[in-house]
């Protein structure tokens, strides 16, 4: 997890973490990045602005840069050049990374115990969310006795209890079956219109991100570029999915 600080990098050279210019609450701008590593460059002047509360699906080739691009705005990484602003974000990996000696509500309350408060207070915290997002019940369950999309939402669970309004989720479903996956893509758009956060979503489901996001953007293979950036129409009709998936496709040919 990491917040933003006050930072624009021309030359961080080895790509040392770097904290995040700050920029207007809950937003996201990225302006002329390049990140390159041991000589191959991952991303190529990327240019992207993300508004509060909106949420941008990133799709492309695999390698092309899109979990570099979720660790800059995290501050995991800093650019070679160009510049990164935005408000604090918190990264979402694809593996669950649950504690399997704590319980599900620990978990879930892990966030705000780091940030100093009494385990008590923070299960206080994480305690409401558990029956508004289907978890109720299986607050003292261990990982190991609960199902994949059960462990994905403690996981959103915990990445919502940073406390951070950025949310950067990288692949959270890559690992559930096509029925869960579909299932947490309901989910998802359920808990995030009961919880607003701004998302950068990367995913390397195309219908996934049509489903999910008001934009999507694609990206080129190495070095990772916007290629194409398509909006996604609110009545989100299912005609109109498949029509931004197909668009998606399109500039995902070579």
């Given at each position: 997890?990491?917040?933003g600080?006050?930072?624009?990098?021309?030359?961080?050279?080895?790509?040392?973490?770097?904290?995040?210019?700050?920029?207007?609450?809950?937003?996201?701008h990225?302006?002329?990045?390049?990140?390159?590593?041991?000589?191959?460059?991952?991303?190529?002047g990327?240019?992207?602005?993300?508004?509060a509360?909106?949420?941008?699906?990133?799709?492309?080739?695999?390698?092309?840069?899109?979990?570099?691009?979720?660790?800059?705005?995290?501050?995991?990484?800093a650019?070679?050049?160009?510049?990164?602003?935005?408000?604090?974000?918190?990264?979402?990996?694809?593996?669950?990374?649950?504690?399997?000696?704590?319980?599900?509500?620990?978990?879930?309350?892990l966030?705000?115990?780091?940030?100093?408060?009494?385990?008590?207070?923070?299960?206080?915290?994480?305690?409401?969310?558990?029956?508004a997002?289907?978890?109720?019940?299986?607050?003292?369950?261990?990982p190991?006795e609960?199902?994949?999309?059960?462990?994905?939402?403690?996981?959103?669970?915990?990445?919502?209890l940073?406390?951070?309004?950025?949310?950067?989720?990288?692949?959270?479903?890559?690992?559930?079956?096509?029925?869960t996956?579909?299932?947490?893509?309901?989910?998802?758009?359920?808990?995030?219109?009961?919880?607003?956060?701004?998302?950068?979503?990367?995913?390397?489901?195309v219908?996934?991100?049509?489903?999910?996001?008001?934009?999507?953007?694609?990206?080129?293979?190495?070095?990772?570029?916007?290629?194409?950036e398509?909006?996604?129409?609110?009545?989100?009709?299912?005609?109109?999915?498949?029509?931004v998936?197909?668009?998606?496709?399109?500039?995902?040919?070579?």
């Amino acid at each position: 997890m990491a917040a933003g600080g006050s930072q624009t990098v021309s030359d961080r050279g080895a790509g040392r973490p770097a904290e995040v210019t700050p920029g207007s609450a809950g937003e996201i701008h990225l302006a002329g990045v390049t990140r390159t590593f041991g000589g191959v460059r991952a991303l190529d002047g990327v240019d992207l602005d993300v508004a509060a509360h909106e949420i941008v699906a990133v799709v492309g080739p695999s390698g092309c840069g899109k979990t570099t691009l979720l660790e800059l705005v995290c501050g995991l990484q800093a650019p070679d050049t160009g510049s990164v602003r935005g408000d604090r974000a918190v990264l979402m990996p694809q593996r669950d990374g649950l504690l399997p000696w704590l319980s599900a509500i620990d978990n879930a309350a892990l966030a705000p115990r780091l940030a100093g408060a009494s385990r008590d207070a923070a299960r206080a915290q994480a305690h409401p969310l558990f029956a508004a997002f289907g978890l109720d019940g299986f607050e003292r369950a261990r990982p190991h006795e609960l199902s994949g999309g059960m462990r994905q939402r403690v996981a959103f669970l915990r990445t919502l209890l940073s406390g951070k309004p950025v949310l950067c989720l990288d692949e959270p479903f890559g690992a559930l079956d096509a029925l869960t996956r579909r299932e947490m893509q309901d989910w998802l758009a359920q808990a995030l219109a009961r919880e607003p956060r701004t998302v950068l979503l990367v995913t390397h489901d195309v219908e996934e991100a049509a489903r999910l996001a008001h934009r999507v953007l694609v990206m080129s293979p190495r070095p990772g570029r916007v290629v194409a950036e398509l909006a996604v129409p609110a009545s989100r009709t299912e005609a109109e999915v498949l029509e931004v998936r197909e668009r998606a496709l399109e500039a995902l040919r070579p």
